[in-house]
């Protein structure tokens, strides 16, 4: 069975701190891993990785994959309070489908 | 960026009536749509695979007839709650990739559905 598993559940920091989230998965037929961020509504594109060991880069986000572990990871660094939210790891596979993970629930501190 | 909308962003209806809810892709062809149910605080959990003029490909213990899907166009999805119950309240939200988009998909804003 697929599945898409993301920790910690919950985090909470504090402003300035660096945090990292992870996504592990098994899912047949991998595409592609993707991030969100998700606030009040529906989830924002982060970031989409298909390839192991390359760096994906935005501001104070990035993100890497490694396929052969099965596992990604979502840094932020300098965090603020407006990165508060919940980051979702989806995972696709061909066919179309995506799976979503837990999620990981994000609270900066003032 | 590409634009999904949905329609309505929140609707209350009684028990035992039916609610179909929209989602469009603004400014590009969809020829996948996906439709996702969320619980308060939970991740989202794939009901279905939307394709242009062919049936929808639901996900293992989502029921079909009870959550019927139409992707008409390449632009509408919509997806109709039948003989709604309390425990169908939920927010379910929908995305589309485009033609040319190969992994990424575009999310809707979410419909908020209250069932009394």
């Known amino acids: 069975e697929d599945k898409v598993v993301q920790s910690p559940l919950s985090l909470v920091v504090h402003e300035g701190d660096t945090v990292t989230l992870n996504c592990s998965y098994e899912?047949?037929?991998?595409?592609?891993l993707l991030w969100y961020k998700q606030e009040k509504k529906a989830p924002t594109f982060l970031f989409m990785l298909?390839?192991?060991?390359i760096e994906k880069k935005s501001g104070r986000l990035s993100s890497i994959l490694d396929k052969k572990e099965l596992f990604s990871i979502l840094n932020i660094t300098a965090t603020q309070t407006g990165d508060s939210a919940i980051y979702l790891c989806a995972v696709g596979r061909t066919g179309n489908q995506f799976y979503f993970g837990t999620g990981t629930s994000l609270t900066v501190i003032p | 960026g590409a634009v999904v909308s949905q329609h309505p962003s929140r609707v209350i209806c009684k028990s035992g009536t039916s609610v179909k809810i929209e989602c469009r892709s603004l400014?590009?062809?969809?020829?996948?749509m996906f439709w996702y149910r969320q619980f308060p605080k939970k991740s989202l959990m794939l009901m279905a695979t939307s394709n242009e003029g062919s049936k929808a490909t639901y996900e293992q213990g989502v029921e079909k007839d009870k959550f019927l899907i139409n992707h008409a166009s390449l632009t509408l999805s919509t997806l109709t709650v039948t003989s709604a119950h309390p425990e169908d309240s939920s927010f379910y939200i929908c995305?589309?990739?485009?033609?040319?988009?190969?992994?990424?998909?575009?999310f809707g804003p979410g419909t908020r559905l209250t069932v009394t």
């Open positions: 995305s589309a990739r485009d033609r040319a988009g190969i992994y990424e998909q575009y």
């Open positions: 400014d590009f062809q969809a020829t996948t």
């Open positions: 298909t390839s192991s060991g």
């Open positions: 899912v047949t037929n991998f595409r592609s």
